[in-house]
């Protein structure tokens, strides 16, 4: 495992991506704005590189993870972005989410410069990172998605590629488009049962083998004291933040005004976590939305 990996953006979702990597064999070394990021990766096993614009230099495989369309703008783009830097024949591989267009107009200008590129947004959360149980998304070129699938599969379960570059945004942003839309019905379906004098773990328990079944109830669930080990039972600290929610359903409601989709569901649930954002939850995880309208959310 002689490959020089740079992996830039070592956050929430990153850093458990890149150890699993490092647990894996290979050597990475790990950029961020933070410093204490950069030294948990250390102490971790990875490896703090000095100048990352002599780090993408020689690197064989460069996996950003990275919070918006702007931030991975920057970071390829320009007379100093990763796409100037790389040598020929290295293999971008960006985790982020973000636009599609912005994930189109990068591998084009990475295919410009000999560069091979796929855009692969993940689902699965900080757990599934953690686990390396992510599902990755993928959109670009399938020989490019073949080079860098022994990587996606040191950090992820289920591997799919969706079409050509830009592909895995839009498919992720349907994702959480849904997920979102799933969050609020649940917590709604919820609060509704104990404001009739349900147990929220009975109400829960009933859902989830009847046809209201989905992922936020059985493996996410968003009332305090259902579940062990999610957000809910630790005060909504830590997991996929609101704000980053916000974000998502923001692309997906851009994209479908861009192709003529109608999405009135994705635009009210856009609309509902702006208002829990603007409450002051914006970095509570996602499944705090149980909480919108009531004290203290």
């Known amino acids: 495992m002689g490959e020089q990996i740079v992996f830039i953006g070592l956050g929430n979702m990153g850093l458990p991506m890149a150890h699993n990597l490092v647990r894996a064999g290979h050597g990475?070394?790990?950029?961020?704005?933070?410093?204490?990021?950069?030294?948990?990766?250390?102490?971790?096993?990875?490896?703090?590189?000095?100048?990352?614009?002599?780090?993408v230099a020689q690197a064989d495989i460069i996996i950003t993870m990275l919070p918006a369309s702007r931030h991975v703008q920057g970071a390829y783009l320009g007379e100093h972005g990763i796409v100037a830097r790389a040598r020929a024949g290295a293999l971008l591989i960006d985790c982020s989410t973000i636009a599609p267009e912005v994930s189109r107009e990068v591998a084009a200008a990475a295919q410009a410069r000999g560069l091979r590129m796929i855009d692969a947004p993940v689902s699965g959360g900080t757990a599934g990172a953690a686990a390396g149980t992510l599902t990755f998304m993928v959109g670009g070129a399938e020989a490019d998605l073949a080079s860098a699938r022994p990587l996606l599969e040191q950090m992820g379960k289920n591997i799919f590629h969706a079409g050509p570059a830009g592909s895995g945004q839009t498919v992720k942003i349907c994702n959480n488009m849904l997920l979102g839309i799933l969050m609020i019905g649940t917590s709604e379906a919820i609060r509704?049962?104990?404001?009739?004098?349900?147990?929220?773990?009975?109400?829960?328990e009933v859902m989830a083998k009847s046809s209201g079944r989905n992922w936020t109830l059985e493996v996410y669930n968003p009332c305090p004291g259902v579940a062990d080990n999610v957000p809910a039972s630790r005060d909504y600290a830590g997991g996929f933040g609101v704000d980053l929610m916000l974000k998502d359903l923001g692309l997906a409601v851009e994209s479908a005004s861009a192709s003529g989709a109608s999405v009135p569901l994705g635009e009210l649930a856009q609309a509902l976590y702006?208002?829990?954002?603007?409450?002051?939850?914006?970095?509570l995880d996602f499944s705090s939305i149980y909480r919108l309208d009531q004290a203290g959310s």
């Open 28 to 55: 990475v070394t790990g950029f961020d704005l933070v410093a204490a990021s950069v030294q948990h990766f250390v102490d971790g096993g990875g490896l703090a590189g000095a100048d990352l614009n002599a780090a």
């Open 192 to 204: 509704l049962g104990m404001a009739n004098g349900l147990d929220p773990k009975v109400v829960s």
């Open 274 to 283: 702006a208002r829990h954002s603007q409450a002051g939850a914006g970095g």
